[in-house]
């Protein structure tokens, strides 16, 4: 990932977040990638509790790549397994298509509604009588 296009505010969410970090994880971060965050965080950020997506994407891979043991990445693997099962559900339940196309109305609806349409009485317009009362004349002819 380029560092680059990184959001300058993810950025900086990330270093205060691994910066408070107690000493022993911090140590496991190479310097190197704390002074490129560093130098490419946005100094006016004012944190805030919301993070931001891009900070969670980058905690997620500094802490699995550095930081977790083998046993702690199966656990966080598993998690978002679980998590993302769990999503997949609730859009499921929320987007129940497999009625979609079948009409559910009964015969008794169906009914009343053809019952409720009426039909509109069409009205000549006075001009439009008088027209074809003239066209009439000369069609006789």
């Not at 978002?80 to 859009?91: L, P």
């Amino acid at each position: 990932m380029d560092i680059a296009s990184i959001n300058k505010q993810a950025l900086a969410q990330t270093y205060y977040i691994l910066d408070s970090l107690d000493d022993n994880t911090k140590n496991k971060v190479p310097n190197s990638l704390f002074n490129t965050i560093k130098e490419n965080m946005d100094y006016q950020y004012q944190n805030t509790t919301e993070l931001l997506i891009e900070t969670k994407e980058l905690l997620y891979a500094i802490l699995n790549k550095y930081v977790l043991s083998q046993s702690q990445k199966d656990k966080l693997a598993e998690y978002y397994r679980f998590y993302d099962a769990k999503m997949e559900e609730e859009k499921a339940k929320k987007y129940q298509n497999e009625d979609l196309f079948i009409n559910n109305k009964n015969e008794a609806e169906r009914t009343e509604i053809i019952e409720n349409v009426s039909l509109v009485q069409y009205k000549e317009n006075v001009f439009v009588k008088f027209w074809n009362k003239i066209k009439s004349i000369f069609k006789r002819k």
